[in-house]
C-alpha cells in the first residue's frame, strides 16, 4: 500500500547513512546497507545499486536486497542493457508499470527477479558524470509512482558523492583481485599502423602514467626464493646484457655504442642490486626486493626536474623485467621480450633499439600520433608496431594474448578461436609475400619498357643489406640523423665517417646520397636544446639548425666527403627554404674541403649537391633551385605537411594529410616541370608514393627515380611493371585540371589499374 512508504523519513535515514561510509566497515557493508534502508522505508521487494566502471562502460551490481545475492560482483551490464543500463545511458529515472512488459528489459538468469513486475530507476549522477544505478522493485504491477521517482531521485542524489568514492574504492579493489582474464572486456583496439605485418605476444605494459600503473608489476605467481637464486639472476642478467651489446655492436654499428651501459652500470650499483641484497638478508623474497627496489628508481626517475633522468624510468623497468624473468623457474630464459608485445606510451629511438634487440614481438604505443622517426626506425627494425589513441591499452593486465593487425592497424586482445584462425591466414600471407620479395628483377621498367630508378631509402647500416638484396638502383636518401638521435652527445667528425664509410660502400650499385642533419620537428635530441620549443616543425629544423650551427655542418660535410671519396657521392640538403639557404649550404661545403685540405686527408672533391623540396617556398622558387642544384628530392611526407598545414605526427588530424588534394599535385607537377625545363635529376621520397594510385600520376608526371624503404622495392617493381606510360601521362594531365579532392579520388579510383 502506498501510505506504507514512509518516504519523509526514508531521506533523513539516507543522509545519516552517509556517515556509516566512516565507520572501518568496509564498502559493500556500506552499500548493503543503503539497499536495506531504501528497500525497507519503501517497502519494495527489491533495491539494489549498480556502480559505473568508466574505463570499461559497464555497470556493475554491488549490492542487492532481494536479487540473488551470489550476483553482486558479478552481474555486469552496459549502458545499452536492460532498463538498468537505459536509466543510465539516458540520464534519466525509468518509471514502468510492469518492467518486463518494457522493450528495454532484459532477463537475467538466475536473479530471482522472476516475480517482481513494478520497476523503477534512478541514474546516481555527480554533475554530468555517471556514478551509478538506484533501483527498487515490487511484486505488484504499478506499486511506484512519480513521487517515488522524485524521492529515489533525492536520495541518489544526497548519496551520490559518497557512492562515487564507493564505487572508487571497489574498482580499485577489483583492479587488484580480478583474475586476469576478465580484467578487460577490451577486445579490439584500433591504431595506426607502421608496416603491414602481423604479430602475435603476450602483453607487457613497459611505461603508462594511470595511476600506479608506472610501476613494474610482477607477471607471475611463482619466483625461485634463495638468495642463492637472486645472485645467480644477477649473474645471469649481467651476462645476457654484455652479450646483447656485443651483439648490438656487430648487428647496428652505427648506433649501438655502449646502449646498454646504463642497465649494467645500473645492475652493478650498491643503491640497486646492493640495496635488493640487503632487503634479501633481511627476509624479503627476491623478487619482491627486485620490485621495490625498481619501484624506488621509478618514483625518483619519474619525479625528477631533469630530462635526461626521466628518460631513465624505462631503463630501470626494462632491468627490473629481465631481473624478474631470470627469477622466474623456466629454463632457457633468455631474459628478453620474445612472445611478449611491449605497451608504452612513448619511446625514444634508443628505447626502441634496446626492444628490438631484446626480440620484442611488437609494440603497441599510446599517444598523440605517430612519431615518424620512431615508425620509421620501427620499419628498419623490422618491428610491428601500432599506434592508438585509445588509452584503454595502457589499462590491459599483463599476460593477455594480443595480436597486432598491420594490415587493418587492429589490435585484438584475447582472440577467440576463429581470429586466431584468421590470424594464421594472415601469417601465410606474410609468408607468401616474402617470397614475393626474392623475385626481383634487375631493373624495373613500365610496361612499355621505359625505366624507372627505384632507390633506397636507408635509415639504419642494416638496411643496406636489404637493399642489395632486393636490388636497389642506389641510394636515395640515407637519413643521417639516426645515429645521433640515439647517443647522448654528438657523435665525433671520426665516428660519423666510419658510419658514412660503411654506407657508401656497403651498398653494391648506384650512387649514394647522404643528407645532412635532418634534426628538429619531431626528431629531438636531448642534447640540443634550441631545437625544442613551441612548434618544432616551424622552428630550429635540419638545415635551418645547421647554418646556426657551422661547427657540427662542417664536421659532417667533412665527414661526408671523405667517406663518399671513391663514390658517386650525392650530398643533400633537407628543408630547404630558399635559393640563399642553398648557396649558404653550398659555401659550407666549399669551406669543409678547405679544412679538409688544409687537414692533407684526401675526400671526394666533386659531390653532387642537391636540395629536398619540402617547402611551398621551395616550390616557388623551384627553377631557381633547379638551375643552381645538381638534383633534386621531392620530401612527400614533409611537403604535405607544410603545404596543407598538416602535422604529419597528429593522428587526429591524419585523414587531412591528402595527398590527393590538388594543391599537392599541383605543386609536385611544378617541380617536375622545372626538373625537366633545366635537367636537373629529380627523385621522390617519402610515403606518398605507397599509394600506387598516386605512385601511377607521379610516373604519368615523369618522375623516373623514387626512394623507398627497400622492403617496398619488389611491390614497386611489380606494380610499375603494369604501367602503360602513355596511359599514365594522359590521366596525369587531367587528373591536374580537376580543382577539388573528391574530385581526385574519384577521378584515381576508376582510372588507377
Ligand atoms: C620527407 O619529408 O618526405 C622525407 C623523406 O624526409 P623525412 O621523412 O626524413 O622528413
Ligand atoms: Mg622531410
Do not use: W
Not at 572486456?185 to 595511476?211: K, M
Not at 628478453?336 to 634487440?357: M, N, R, T
Amino acid at each position: 500500500m502506498k501510505t506504507q512508504k514512509d518516504d519523509i523519513e526514508l531521506i533523513c535515514s539516507v543522509g545519516e547513512l552517509s556517515d556509516l561510509f566512516n565507520e572501518p566497515r568496509g564498502v559493500s557493508a556500506f552499500l548493503q546497507k543503503v539497499v536495506d534502508t531504501v528497500s525497507k522505508h519503501m517497502h519494495s521487494d527489491v533495491c539494489s545499486i549498480y556502480l559505473f566502471n568508466e574505463k570499461d562502460r559497464q555497470l556493475t551490481l554491488e549490492a542487492t536486497r532481494g536479487l540473488n545475492p551470489e550476483l553482486i560482483g558479478n552481474l555486469q551490464l552496459s549502458l545499452d542493457e536492460g532498463l538498468v543500463g537505459i536509466t543510465l545511458k539516458r540520464l534519466h529515472s525509468i518509471l514502468e508499470q510492469d518492467g518486463r512488459e518494457s522493450d528495454f528489459y532484459k532477463a537475467i538468469d538466475n536473479s530471482g527477479e522472476e516475480t517482481y513486475k513494478a520497476f523503477l530507476a534512478v541514474p546516481i549522477l555527480r554533475g554530468l558524470t555517471r556514478i551509478g544505478v538506484l533501483a527498487v522493485q515490487h511484486h505488484k504491477v504499478g506499486y511506484f509512482d512519480k513521487k517515488d521517482s522524485r524521492v529515489l531521485k533525492a536520495i541518489a542524489s544526497q548519496l551520490a558523492t559518497t557512492l562515487e568514492n564507493a564505487r572508487m574504492l571497489t574498482n580499485m579493489s577489483r583492479e587488484s583481485t580480478k583474475p586476469k582474464q576478465s580484467q578487460t572486456d577490451v577486445h579490439i583496439v584500433s591504431g595506426t599502423a607502421v608496416g603491414q605485418g602481423v604479430a602475435r605476444g603476450r602483453s607487457f605494459t613497459l611505461e603508462s602514467n594511470a595511476p600506479g600503473k608506472q610501476y613494474l608489476r610482477a607477471s607471475s605467481d611463482n619466483y625461485l626464493e634463495t638468495h642463492e637464486d637472486f645472485k645467480n639472476a644477477l649473474a645471469q642478467t649481467e651476462k645476457q646484457l654484455k652479450e646483447l651489446q656485443q651483439h648490438l655492436d656487430e648487428e647496428l654499428s652505427d648506433m649501438a655504442s655502449m646502449i646498454f651501459s646504463a642497465h649494467i652500470l645500473m645492475l652493478k650499483d650498491e643503491s640497486f642490486s646492493g640495496e635488493m641484497e640487503n632487503l634479501i638478508q633481511l627476509g624479503t623474497k627476491p623478487h619482491t626486493s627486485v620490485l621495490q627496489v625498481v619501484n624506488r628508481f621509478v618514483d625518483i626517475f619519474s619525479t625528477a626536474d631533469n630530462s635526461r633522468l626521466q628518460e631513465k624510468v624505462q631503463d630501470v623497468k626494462d632491468l627490473g623485467h629481465r631481473l624478474l624473468l631470470n627469477l622466474s623457474p623456466q629454463e632457457d630464459q633468455s631474459g628478453d621480450y620474445s612472445g611478449q608485445v611491449v605497451i608504452a606510451q612513448e619511446l625514444l629511438p634508443s628505447e626502441l633499439i634496446k626492444l628490438s634487440a631484446q626480440k620484442v614481438e611488437g609494440l603497441i604505443l599510446f599517444g598523440g600520433g605517430a612519431s615518424a622517426h620512431i615508425s620509421i626506425l620501427a620499419a628498419s627494425l623490422g618491428i610491428n608496431l601500432i599506434y592508438t589513441d585509445d588509452e584503454r591499452v595502457l589499462d590491459l593486465p599483463e599476460d593477455l594474448d594480443i595480436i597486432l593487425d598491420g594490415n587493418q592497424g587492429n589490435i585484438i586482445i584475447e582472440p577467440d578461436e576463429k581470429t586466431s584462425l584468421r590470424f594464421d591466414e594472415l601469417l601465410q600471407t606474410q609468408a607468401k609475400m616474402a617470397q614475393l620479395e626474392e623475385q626481383v628483377d634487375e631493373e624495373t621498367r613500365t610496361a612499355c619498357g621505359r625505366r624507372i630508378d627505384l632507390l633506397a631509402s636507408i635509415n639504419l647500416l642494416s638496411d643496406i643489406k636489404s637493399a642489395n638484396r632486393l636490388k636497389a638502383d642506389g641510394i636515395g636518401l640515407y637519413r643521417s640523423e639516426f645515429p645521433f638521435l640515439i647517443r647522448n652527445d654528438f657523435p665525433t667528425e671520426e665516428e660519423q665517417f666510419r658510419v658514412y664509410h660503411n654506407v657508401t660502400h656497403d651498398i653494391n650499385r648506384g650512387f649514394v646520397t647522404l643528407r645532412t642533419l635532418d634534426i628538429g620537428g619531431d626528431k629531438i635530441l636531448s642534447y640540443v636544446p634550441e631545437a625544442q620549443g613551441d612548434n618544432p616543425f616551424l622552428g630550429l629544423r635540419a638545415l635551418r639548425f645547421l647554418l646556426k650551427n657551422k661547427k657540427i655542418f662542417v664536421g659532417q660535410l667533412k665527414a661526408m666527403l671523405r667517406a663518399g671519396e671513391d663514390c658517386d657521392l650525392r650530398i643533400m640538403f633537407p628543408l630547404v627554404s630558399s635559393l640563399d639557404d642553398f648557396l649558404q649550404a653550398k659555401t659550407m661545403v666549399e669551406k669543409s674541403m678547405e679544412f679538409l685540405d688544409r687537414d692533407g686527408l684526401s675526400y671526394n672533391a666533386k659531390p653532387k649537391l642537391g636540395v629536398m623540396i619540402e617547402l611551398p617556398s621551395a616550390v616557388f622558387m623551384v627553377n631557381e633551385l633547379a638551375m643552381e642544384a645538381d638534383f633534386m628530392s621531392i620530401g612527400t611526407n614533409d611537403l604535405v605537411q607544410y603545404l596543407l598545414g598538416v602535422d604529419r605526427t597528429n593522428s587526429s588530424v591524419a585523414s587531412l594529410f591528402q595527398g590527393e588534394h590538388p594543391a599537392v599535385l599541383k605543386a609536385i607537377n611544378q617541380v617536375v616541370q622545372a626538373s625537366i625545363t633545366h635537367n636537373c635529376h629529380l627523385s621522390m621520397c617519402g610515403n606518398l608514393t605507397k599509394d600506387k594510385r598516386l605512385l601511377y600520376i607521379f610516373v604519368g608526371m615523369g618522375i623516373k627515380s623514387f626512394s623507398v624503404a627497400p622492403q617496398r622495392i619488389p611491390m614497386m617493381q611489380a606494380f610499375i611493371g603494369g604501367i602503360d606510360f602513355k596511359k599514365a601521362q594522359q590521366d596525369a594531365e587531367e587528373v591536374l585540371k580537376l580543382t577539388t579532392t573528391e574530385d581526385v579520388i574519384t577521378f584515381l579510383e576508376q582510372r588507377v589499374p
